[in-house]
């Protein structure tokens, strides 16, 4: 039987597929960008043609227009989508992906625990009375209780997330490097990537540059973000299980512990096949039973 936990858990677990598609995506982004860069370098032609759409007709039909384009040209346009709109977009999405696991996190604890709301917590009359039923009640006032912890910093939102969760983000070092990734989000967003004392103040001892300076977003700076929201995700399956004991979670994290044993006993065994294979003319005898032993796990 499916236990609330088992939920939380799903929930947690899709959302991380979601981020392996981003690191998916990029990756593959990446590959052709890096084909089409070898492509133009090794054409035949010093002018291409790129053909793109500037409009879209009442027909439904698209405006296209036409461009010439030298090889060196156009590859630093292909190197600059690849080293700095790739990681900007990634990091967008990175940020959506984890904004929306904590808000389902919280909207389904409250909605399975509303207890959990506070008894003296303000609620507009026109919520009620545009209720058609008690359940429609509830999910309105969830709704405008998670309507402004969305416009609170991502401090302030923790702080009220452990209050109805009791999950202590601000303890987990992934959330902070979490905060100084959304807050570089919003500088792209609101200033065109350069800092501002929002940025500042938000990512704390985690900021990466000073105010006014413009805020660098790099391949790398992408993979560190999204191994950053990875972590968090595994913190979050630990916290919540901590509190709603999921049997999914845990037959998952008792199989992955099985097979990281496996990958180190086979990774130890190939290298034990190494040395008994001769590098000379001469064979190193190694003893047959210390292979034997590791894989039967005996002593």
Not at 119 to 127: C, Y
Not at 171 to 184: N, R, S, V
Not at 192 to 202: E, H, L, R
């Amino acid at each position: 039987m499916e236990t609330f936990g088992d939920r939380l858990y799903k929930k947690v677990d899709n959302q991380r597929f979601q981020l392996f598609i981003q690191g998916e995506l990029a990756e593959l982004t990446y590959q052709a960008y890096q084909l089409s860069i070898n492509s133009v370098a090794n054409s035949d032609n010093d002018k291409i043609e790129i053909t793109y759409p500037v409009g879209f007709k009442a027909d439904k039909t698209s405006t296209s227009f036409t461009q010439t384009y030298g090889k060196e040209d156009l590859i630093s346009r292909y190197e600059y989508l690849c080293t700095s709109q790739l990681p900007i977009n990634g990091v967008y999405q990175l940020v959506t992906i984890t904004e929306v696991l904590l808000v389902t996190i919280l909207r389904d604890i409250l909605l399975e625990f509303p207890s959990k709301i506070p008894s003296k917590r303000k609620i507009d009359v026109e919520l009620v009375l545009e209720s058609i039923s008690l359940d429609d009640a509830k999910n309105l006032i969830i709704n405008s209780i998670i309507n402004e912890l969305n416009y609170k910093s991502p401090r302030d939102f923790a702080e009220e997330f452990e209050k109805y969760t009791g999950v202590k983000l601000l303890e987990q070092p992934a959330f902070h490097k979490y905060i100084e990734l959304k807050a570089t989000r919003d500088v792209y967003i609101h200033n065109s990537g350069v800092a501002t004392s929002i940025y500042t103040n938000k990512a704390g001892t985690l900021s990466r540059v000073q105010i006014g300076e413009f805020l660098p977003v790099t391949v790398q700076y992408f993979l560190e973000s999204y191994e950053c929201c990875l972590q968090l995700t595994e913190v979050l399956d630990v916290l919540l299980n901590k509190i709603w004991p999921s049997p999914a979670y845990q037959t998952s994290k008792a199989k992955s512990k099985a097979s990281v044993e496996e990958q180190q006993h086979t990774a130890i065994d190939r290298a034990i096949e190494q040395t008994e294979e001769p590098t000379s003319a001469v064979e190193i005898a190694l003893p047959k039973t210390s292979k034997q032993k590791r894989s039967t796990g005996k002593k």
